[in-house]
């Protein structure tokens, strides 16, 4: 249910560098929750948001169509990790969990604008245990840097106008940030269709941290076989300098929304 092959070349750069999700996240939606018995991670990737659930449930069902992606996973003892191709039927995809009705959280992190939204929300609505299960998606923009001098902010921001033209079109609910997204589901309170949640994010990082989350972007690569190298010598060394040089450690501020919420008429 994800665009096939994506992320399969930047599956152990993604895995080294993106940003860790909050805990305080997942406790909240398991609030929402009143059984803790099985949840599904769907486009898990390395397993990121997958591990964080774990926390709070049973057991969890990571899938992903990323074949590279699911050999990187994090191993835990309540996480199988499926690889699901775009070949599989929704049945087949639903008789992984035993069934309808059995799945108390659906997570999409940072992916669900690569899906085919129509399936996806169809399988998802089968799933939910009805009442009480939810469906949470969540993403963010590219991150600013706090306290950034000038020339990084103006540096920063020619890198990522040379690389609008090769953004893939899901990127656009990113933009966007979710407030465009189909989402067919009633509202819980936490981010709604038109009106998502929003969240903060932070991460400490050194240049070569920087470097790697956007070497993960899709778009580096999109670009990539379209004959660009948009992380050229002179790109990086451009950024390099701006940044202050490989020793300064800054602050990524990644801007996240997210939609919650559960199948209509459940009572």
């Known amino acids: 249910m994800d665009a096939v092959g994506l992320y399969d070349k930047q599956a152990e750069v993604y895995l080294s560098v993106r940003p860790k999700y909050p805990r305080e996240w997942f406790s909240m939606l398991s609030a929402l929750t009143p059984h803790h018995s099985l949840a599904w991670d769907a486009g898990t990737g390395n397993g990121q948001a997958a591990i964080d659930v774990a ?27 499926i690889h699901t191709p775009p070949s599989m039927s929704d049945d087949e995809l639903i008789a992984m969990f035993g069934g309808e009705g059995l799945v108390d959280l659906v997570t999409v992190a940072s992916a669900v604008h690569w899906f085919d939204l129509p399936r996806f929300y169809s399988v998802v609505k089968r799933l939910l245990r009805k009442p009480g299960g939810i469906i949470a998606v969540w993403s963010y923009r590219h991150f600013t840097i ?27 609910y990113v933009i966007n940030e979710y407030k465009t997204l189909p989402f067919p589901f ?68 990644y801007k996240t929304f997210m939609l919650v919420g559960k199948v209509a008429n459940q009572e």
């Open 146 to 172: 706090d306290g950034a001098p000038p020339s990084l902010e103006l540096t920063m921001r020619r890198f990522i106008e040379s690389a609008l033209p090769f953004w893939n079109q899901g990127v656009s």
């Open 55 to 81: 926390e709070f449930y049973d057991e969890v069902v990571a899938t992903d169509v990323s074949e590279p992606q699911i050999s990187l996973s994090m191993p835990h003892p309540k996480v199988k990790y």
């Open 186 to 253: 009633e509202s819980v309170g936490l981010g709604s269709k038109g009106e998502p949640l929003m969240l903060e994010m932070k991460q400490e990082a050194s240049f070569e941290v920087c470097l790697g989350v956007i070497k993960s972007w899709s778009v580096i690569s999109t670009a990539k076989e379209q004959g660009m190298d948009l992380l050229n010598e002179g790109v990086v060394k451009e950024l390099e300098t701006a940044w202050g040089g490989t020793d300064v450690i800054r602050t990524l501020n």
